[in-house]
T-cell receptor, first 112, second 114 residues
Framework: KAGVTQTPRYLIKTRGQQVTLSCSPISGHRSVSWYQQTPGQGLQFLFEYFSETQRNKGNFPGRFSGRQFSNSRSEMNVSTLELGDSALYLC???????????FGPGTRLTVT | EDKVVQSPLSLVVHEGDTVTLNCSYEVTNFRSLLWYKQEKKAPTFLFMLTSSGIEKKSGRLSSILDKKELFSILNITATQTGDSAIYLC??????????????FGTGTRLQVTL
C-alpha cells in the first residue's frame, strides 16, 4: 500500500502571499489531520477532516484553512503568509480518526 | 488546554547504553498515548498505549503507561547509532467522541555516539 504523500515537498513564498498544500492519504483512510512543526513549538495540531467535514480544529488563526475532497485527499491553505508561518507542515491519515496516524513526509514552507 | 511534556529535551549516550525517555500529560478525555520516532521528516509509529501497566515491546524498545500518575516511559536498551532521532510522545484526547486530535510533546532528541 502506498503511504501518505504530500506535495509539494518544498516551497518558498514571500510575505503576504497565499499557499496551498496537498495531502493524499493511504488508500481507504478517511481521516486526514494536519500539523505544523517548528523547532520552538514542536508539532501542533491544525485540524482534522473526516468524510469532507472538519471535525476538530486547533488554535490557529483563520488564515489557516483546509478542505477534504470526496476521495479523501485534503488541501490546506494559508493566506496572507507571515514569516512565522515558516515550518514543516505534516499531514497524517488514519482509517476513521482513532489511534495510530500515518504521517506523510511533509512540506517544508519557507516564508521570506 | 491539553499539555504533554517530555524529558529530557535532549540526550547524548554511547552505543550500548540504555536510555529512558519520559512523557507526562494533562489532558481531558484521554483515549491513548502514542510514541513516534522522527529521523528525517515523517514521524514513524512505535507504540500505542491505552491501558496502565501493560508493557508494549518491540525488539530493544519498550514502553509502559501509568494512567493514575499520567505518564509514560519509553526504554531503549543496547542503543545503536541508528536509534539517533527525535522521539515524540503524543496523547489522543479528542474534544468530541469520534474526532481525532493528537497533542504532541516537543520531543526528546537522542544522539547515540560510537
Amino acid at each position: 500500500k502506498a503511504g501518505v504523500t504530500q506535495t509539494p515537498r518544498y516551497l518558498i513564498k514571500t510575505r503576504g502571499q497565499q499557499v496551498t498544500l496537498s495531502c493524499s492519504p493511504i488508500s481507504g483512510h478517511r481521516s486526514v489531520s494536519w500539523y505544523q512543526q517548528t523547532p520552538g513549538q514542536g508539532l501542533q495540531f491544525l485540524f482534522e477532516y473526516f468524510s469532507e467535514t472538519q471535525r476538530n480544529k486547533g488554535n490557529f488563526p483563520g488564515r489557516f484553512s483546509g478542505r477534504q475532497f470526496s476521495n479523501s485527499r485534503s488541501e490546506m491553505n494559508v493566506s496572507t503568509l507571515e514569516l512565522g508561518d515558516s515550518a514543516l507542515y505534516l499531514c497524517a491519515s488514519s482509517l476513521a480518526g482513532r489511534g495510530q496516524q500515518y504521517f506523510g513526509p511533509g512540506t517544508r514552507l519557507t516564508v521570506t | 488546554e491539553d499539555k504533554v511534556v517530555q524529558s529530557p529535551l535532549s540526550l547524548v549516550v554511547h552505543e550500548g547504553d540504555t536510555v529512558t525517555l519520559n512523557c507526562s500529560y494533562e489532558v481531558t478525555n484521554f483515549r491513548s498515548l502514542l510514541w513516534y520516532k522522527q529521523e528525517k521528516k515523517a514521524p514513524t509509529f512505535l507504540f500505542m498505549l491505552t491501558s496502565s501497566g501493560i508493557e508494549k515491546k518491540s525488539g530493544r524498545l519498550s514502553s509502559i503507561l501509568d494512567k493514575k500518575e499520567l505518564f509514560s516511559i519509553l526504554n531503549i536498551t543496547a542503543t545503536q547509532t541508528g536509534d539517533s532521532a527525535i522521539y515524540l510522545c503524543a496523547v489522543e484526547a479528542p474534544r468530541t467522541g469520534t474526532a481525532s486530535k493528537l497533542t504532541f510533546g516537543t520531543g526528546t532528541r537522542l544522539q547515540v555516539t560510537l
